[in-house]
């Protein structure tokens, strides 16, 4: 079986890892916390970052420390990974769900300027919706499969607005916009580090950013709030801390970034050059994406039924492809969230399917992977 993305552990992983355990350093102290956080700052052009249990817990203390609370509305696009609404919902709060655009697959700035102009006052400093009569607390993109959107425009709505910019950077690691690396975009941006991500640490994620205090705060919040060596906290803290044996994986992952970035830029390159030739579209990138995950959208008409269709017969011939992300306003937990505009959204999100892009997939499987999509494509379209 060719799979479609798995861990690639031939570095320092096992040294590390027995470095813990030799020291007996396998909790949430230990030299590797902090040389990860050090190098996560480092690769995304951040002054601070501070290591999680994963992203979606990344997620929520992020958004808690810039302030979302109870019936607030978090601006996020629908065509995501169901973490980015449930870190809202768990701060008790509900996303405001919005279209992307069709050539990066990520929240449309258009939309949310005319939404927010159209739909919402500014009262006594906060962003409020009219009709909902709830407080907007913050803006959130998501640089879908590695691609960046134009963060400047985003940074301008936030500040117009005085709401707080938040990134779900969580498949991003090692994406850039005109040369940049995203850590100074967002006031917080979230990493994640799960197994099926560019780097991984088993498990785990990140938030990084350039504001000290803020970053302070989402440490503080992390490490259950204590205050003193004896038993004092000051705050609703969270256990979100990531252990010494995550953070080792994490360290050995980081040193092979650019091999891995350039491998994953390689399977999405491969598979353009080669589905266009067929007539068939690949993912959407962005100038420098990190290309996280790479496949082919099937024409317009096509739906879920064909990827199913599709996804069952290359797993037949040994390869495993899949549907991409279902949009969170299908999900049953969010079908009283607000919409707006999803027309591109529900134009491309039943027609993906995701290939094999694993960093340590060879050119000779791409082959084999190549070949079986295109003799199941020719009998199915
Ligand atoms: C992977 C992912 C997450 C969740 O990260 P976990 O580490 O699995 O909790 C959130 N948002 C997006 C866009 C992701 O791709």
């Known amino acids: 079986m060719i799979n479609l993305a ?7 992983e096992r040294e590390y890892l027995n470095k813990c355990i030799d020291t007996t350093f396998v909790s949430s102290v230990g030299e590797y916390v902090n040389r990860f956080e050090d190098q996560v700052a480092k690769v995304t052009g951040s002054r601070y970052a501070v290591a999680t249990s994963s992203g979606t817990t990344g997620l929520h203390a992020a958004l808690t420390a810039v302030g979302v609370k109870r019936d607030d509305l978090v601006i996020i696009p629908s065509f995501t ?19 992307i655009r069709e050539e990066d697959w990520c929240l449309d700035p258009e939309i949310v300027e005319a939404e927010i102009r159209y739909t919402c006052v500014l009262k006594d400093g906060a962003l409020i919706h009219r009709e ?5 607390a913050a803006l959130m993109p998501v640089y879908t499969i590695g691609n960046l959107p134009d963060m400047k425009r985003f940074r301008r709505i936030a500040d117009m607005y005085g709401i707080p910019l938040v990134a779900d950077a969580a498949c991003a690691i090692g994406a850039k916009w005109q040369g940049e690396d995203f ?10 580090f799960n197994g099926n991500k560019t780097v991984t640490c088993g498990g785990g994620g990140a938030v990084i ?13 992390t490490t259950t709030a204590r205050v003193s060596k004896e038993y004092d906290f000051d705050m609703v803290g969270f256990n979100y ?15 092979r970034l650019d091999t891995f970035l350039s491998r994953k830029r390689f399977v999405r390159s491969y598979y353009e050059s080669t589905f266009s030739d067929f007539g068939v579209s690949s993912f959407p990138a962005t100038d ?12 317009e008409g096509k739906g879920e039924e064909d990827v199913r269709d599709i996804c069952k017969k ?4 040994g390869v495993e492809a899949r549907a991409f992300w279902k949009p969170v306003h299908l999900q049953k937990p969010y079908q009283s969230a607000r919409i707006s505009a999803m027309r591109n959204t529900e134009a491309v999100w039943n027609r993906i399917i995701t290939l094999p892009c694993s960093t340590g997939i060879t050119e000779e499987e791409l082959k084999i992977v190549c070949d079986m999509v295109r003799i199941i494509l020719k009998e199915h379209l």
């Open 314 to 317: 290359l797993a037949d011939a």
């Open 6 to 12: 798995i861990p690639n552990l031939e570095g320092k």
């Open 183 to 192: 850590g100074s975009f967002a006031d917080l941006s979230v990493l994640s």
């Open 132 to 136: 909902m009569g709830k407080r907007v």
């Open 81 to 99: 990974f169901i973490a980015t609404a449930n870190a809202i919902a768990h701060c008790g709060a509900m996303p405001w769900l919005m279209d």
């Open 241 to 255: 801390r990531m252990t010494n044996l995550q953070a080792a994986v994490g360290c050995a992952q980081l040193e």
């Open 209 to 221: 950013g350039n504001d000290e205090n803020l970053l302070k705060l989402v440490k503080h919040l």
């Open 288 to 299: 420098m994406a990190s290309c996280w995950f790479s496949g082919v959208i099937l024409p």
